[in-house]
């Protein structure tokens, strides 16, 4: 579940409350408070036509924390953390930042589908209490099944929008299809580890033992390590490089 521009659409004043609901006091809290206060913007507009610059007005920042940064990421973090309370008992949430990920579990077809619109319909509820909306476009659903079950045929969808059906995604930097075998993992990664070896079979007579280890390292076993416990035991990481 992707979030619609989820750090510009931070509100400082729900935000604040929370951080020190979670123990944030004292001069951090003041420091906060100083730091979302009194931020102003404007949006340089520029017509290439007509050969003219033109600046708005300039407005308060009541929303937004920083993106691509460790304090952004952080305070944002603080923002959702509370989302699990609103579904813990109709599903398994997962926070890594903005996109969330909800895991829900049914043995019956009919259960299945009641838990998802029950969980989807407090989720949303939560989202607009915290001024907060789905991307609809980055927003996907994924069935796990057996080789030998077929596929359940779910909907689900919120405001005339139905959230997409898909058969495999890449979850944090692991590729997982509909039946986890890890063969789209292993065929995503492939390539990369081919290119790594042809370049240091190309640079081998140039290079120290030393460096080439450094460059191993470095290109080659970030790669093939990552994730390596959950994709390594499949069927499918038996092939030749």
């Not at 080789?147 to 495999?168: A, E, G, H, M």
């Not at 790594?196 to 970030?222: D, G, H, Q």
Request: hydrophobic share 40%; proline share 5%.
């Amino acid at each position: 579940m992707d979030l619609e521009k989820a750090f510009d659409c931070t509100n400082h004043k729900i935000l604040l409350p929370k951080l020190e609901f979670y123990g944030v006091k004292g001069k951090a809290k003041l420091w906060l408070e100083s730091y979302f206060s009194n931020m102003y913007q404007s949006v340089p507009i520029t017509n290439n036509v007509l050969n003219w610059n033109y600046f708005s007005t300039w407005e308060e920042i009541k929303h937004g924390v920083p993106q691509r940064s460790i304090l952004g990421s952080l305070l944002f973090l603080f923002h959702i953390n509370d989302l699990p309370k609103a579904i813990n008992d109709k599903s398994i949430p997962l926070l890594p930042a903005d996109d969330t990920s909800i895991l829900i579990t049914s043995p019956y077809k009919n259960n299945f589908q009641l838990k998802i619109t029950t969980a989807f319909n407090f989720i949303n509820e939560w989202l607009n209490t915290n001024l907060l909306s789905i991307n609809f476009n980055k927003t996907h659903y994924l069935q796990f099944i057996t080789k030998n079950k077929p596929k359940s045929r779910i909907k689900i969808t919120y405001n005339n929008k139905q959230i997409s059906t898909i058969s495999s995604i890449k979850f944090l930097g692991n590729c997982i299809n509909d039946t986890i075998n890890w063969k789209y993992h292993i065929e995503y990664i492939l390539p990369k580890l081919i290119m790594v070896c042809y370049a240091m079979r190309i640079i081998k007579p140039y290079m120290s033992l030393e460096t080439l280890k450094i460059l191993n390292y470095s290109n080659f076993n970030s790669i093939i390590n990552y994730g390596l416990p959950f994709w390594g035991t499949s069927p499918n990481s038996k092939k030749n490089i």
